[in-house]
């Protein structure tokens, strides 16, 4: 899915923890380097809530299940300080009833996702609350403790009436065609999307009938390029009303981001729209009082990226106002502090994460520092928040942070400890380089466990997606898993990545690829010239939007070795009508391809194919709806024609990326650094 402020063409989700690197500089005789048999016993924590009181903390916790080929997850519960951590009961999306003595949760039952209740006393007991047909999703209760709202699919009904004649007793005709009247009729990891509307529900926290609460031909929920996703929404403190964001118009359907803050009557239906103007307005949050809504928001534009900072305005729609100042950093996590005074939220900067708080009064500080990932997800009312953080040598843990004291931050899980205890990971380090037009550009180069300045490595290069997307400080298993085998990693965020403001972010627009391709060979030039590097052995490659600058630089240049280059993009034009996200393509020229295709030619990379010497790996997932499979075979038939050493794996059961599946994730790191050491000359590493 797509960044709320900023189109990517993917993103990956990372559940993050600090780390200070004992791991990496400790060595003992019993350490071992991190393979992909570890990834099997891997671990994840996220979506952790603490009670309203600050005595207890419920979260999920993801493991391999080996059996089945897939994530498996559970809520476990734990004590405010870490103590007591216990298996509670199979679900997700916990969420604490505002008294603190219940938690509504989402697990299956006959088959299907239903919310239920359980009581968190003695007795423990369990209550299905609902029985749908469709799943629910955003699950919240009401300030009362006496509704629990959702959101769900209403499917309808667009089948096109012919008569047909009646078929014979036991006949095995054709199943009708499926009827496409929408620009957006599939989307990634949901294959053809449903004829449905998405809108807001209510149900008795006690059980009973679930009510649609909002009505029409419309989505509920912030969409980009006219994806479904999550809903933000809030409920207003007396319990009467929701606050919520999406784009109500009827031409919804070829809606790039636009989309606004509404109010909903929940006993009546009634809805008004709040924002005065057009723009990308999300996820409000009421304030305690309810005379106020923060949101995250940015004036419509047609600029290819623009951060979405914190506003703040009336809940009668009035005074919309920017209120983060000269932060221009993309805002996430917004809670209300108890007295009304501000909401904390949290901001990427520079590649880290941490907790801010903006005042209702106008601006913004900075509450916590560090070099990690850090992102709060719940607060409990005597100001404790709850959340994962993450840094080089630890991945994600659930952490705790005493808002009153917020450079004190606990590490309260510790989920991988049993895999990494005796593991000797690779140093990081993090480096600043100057590119083209003095732009100065972030990356980090990852080293061999056992690193000798005095001999020569391998480079792999690796490229994130996006192209509004971005590397952090946090874990990262593919990269730690390249330099245990010898290789030296680097990976950067050139100019179109985020968390480094609007300008730099919008370097790109009319121009991708253009001089983020110059970020990443000066990133190259950087690290070459440290001395250690086999410039023999040099190998690039990235999905998605890594898929497009991969094919890109060995179009433009023949210094690397080998090329893994994953789910791309490698022909605008045609590209247009294979992917979930056509609008976002348009977005990126001018004109359309029937006005003026030579810009969409020239941003191209099958247009440079002729100059790829590079051995070149293609792989992509079969079920790939957002750089579907078309672009690969493209890319694979050009550089047979050329004799170009080349190869296309096309990865089962897999939508964008071919890492979703544990099989296919370690499947992905064996083919890559098999086939770098396949074209990596003498010296290649086993």
Not at 121 to 132: C, F, H, K, N
Not at 285 to 299: C, E, F, H, R
Not at 675 to 681: E, M, T, V
Request: hydrophobic share 35%.
């Amino acid at each position: 899915m797509m960044r709320p402020f900023g189109p990517t063409i993917a993103t990956a989700i990372a559940l993050v923890v600090l780390g200070s690197g004992p791991l990496a500089a400790q060595e003992t005789p019993s350490d071992s380097l991190l393979t992909v048999q570890h990834y099997l016993d891997w671990e994840q924590v996220g979506d952790a809530q603490i009670s309203p009181d600050g005595s207890q903390i419920i979260f999920a916790r993801r493991w391999v299940n080996q059996q089945e080929d897939r994530w498996d997850s559970a809520l476990w519960l734990m004590n405010a300080d870490g103590t007591k951590q216990r298996f509670l009961i199979k679900g997700g999306s916990p969420r604490w009833s505002p008294d603190g003595t219940r938690i509504a949760f989402i697990t299956e039952a006959d088959g299907k996702a239903q919310v239920f209740v359980r009581w968190m006393d003695a007795e423990g007991a369990v209550s299905q609350v609902t029985r749908l047909d469709e799943a629910p999703g955003a699950l919240a209760w009401s300030p009362d403790g006496k509704w629990l709202s959702f959101s769900m699919d209403v499917p309808y009904d667009n089948a096109w009436k012919i008569s047909m004649p009646a078929a014979p007793v036991g006949a095995k005709w054709t199943a009708a065609p499926r009827r496409v009247t929408d620009l957006h009729y599939r989307q990634d990891r949901a294959g053809f999307m449903k004829l449905a509307y998405t809108h807001l529900f209510v149900v008795p926290a006690d059980g009973g009938t679930a009510r649609q609460v909002t009505h029409g031909e419309f989505d509920v929920g912030a969409k980009f390029d006219g994806l479904g996703g999550g809903v933000g929404y809030d409920w207003t403190p007396d319990s009467r009303s929701l606050v919520f964001d999406g784009y109500l118009e009827a031409n919804s359907d070829f809606n790039y981001r636009n989309s606004d803050i509404h109010i909903v009557d929940v006993a009546t239906g009634q809805m008004k729209k709040l924002t005065p103007r057009p723009g990308t307005w999300a996820r409000p949050a009421v304030s305690p009082d309810g005379k106020t809504i923060a949101l995250a928001g940015q004036d419509s534009s047609r600029k290819s990226y623009k951060t979405g900072e914190l506003y703040f305005m009336g809940i009668d729609g009035n005074n919309l106002r920017l209120a983060s100042a000269d932060l221009d950093r993309d805002v996430g996590g917004m809670t209300w502090a108890q007295d009304g005074t501000g909401v904390y939220f949290s901001t990427e900067n520079h590649g880290a994460s941490n907790l801010y708080f903006g005042a209702l009064k106008g601006g913004y500080r900075q509450l916590t520092t560090g070099n990690h990932m850090l992102g709060i997800s719940s607060i409990s009312k005597n100001g404790i928040a709850v959340g994962t953080r993450s840094a080089y040598w630890e991945p994600g843990d659930v952490v705790r942070v005493a808002l009153a004291k917020p450079a004190d931050i606990t590490r309260l899980t510790d989920v991988n400890s049993d895999v990494l205890g005796r593991i000797k990971l690779g140093e990081v380090e993090e480096l600043w380089y100057t590119s083209s037009g003095g732009a100065r550009v972030q990356g980090w180069v990852i080293k061999p466990p056992h690193f000798d300045r005095n001999k020569k490595y391998p480079m792999i290069m690796e490229i994130h997606g996006g192209p509004h997307g971005s590397y952090n400080v946090g874990f990262n298993f593919m990269h730690q898993n390249f330099a245990a085998n010898g290789n030296v990693v680097l990976y950067v965020n050139p100019r179109g990545s985020t968390g480094y403001g609007t300008a730099f972010g919008n370097a790109i627009e009319r121009a991708y690829p253009s001089v983020d391709y110059d970020d990443l060979i000066a990133a190259v030039d950087t690290v070459v010239g440290r001395g250690y590097i086999d410039q023999s052995r040099m190998y690039v490659g990235g999905c998605s939007g890594g898929g497009v600058l991969s094919s890109w630089v060995i179009g433009h240049t023949t210094r690397f070795a080998a090329a893994a280059v994953r789910c791309p993009v490698i022909d605008w034009l045609s590209f247009n009508g294979h992917t979930d996200i056509p609008l976002f393509t348009d977005n990126f020229f001018d004109k359309p391809f029937w006005e003026d295709p030579a810009p969409w030619l020239k941003q191209s990379s099958i247009m440079y194919v002729k100059n790829v010497k590079t051995p070149t790996l293609l792989m992509t997932g079969e079920l790939d709806l957002r750089t579907p499979m078309p672009q690969s075979e493209e890319y694979f038939a050009a550089l047979k024609q050329l004799k170009v050493p080349t190869e296309l794996l096309r990865f089962a059961g897999e939508y964008h990326g071919t890492g979703s599946k544990p099989s296919n994730f370690i499947r992905t790191q064996l083919y890559m650094m098999s086939w770098y050491q396949k074209w990596g000359g003498k010296g290649a590493t086993p």
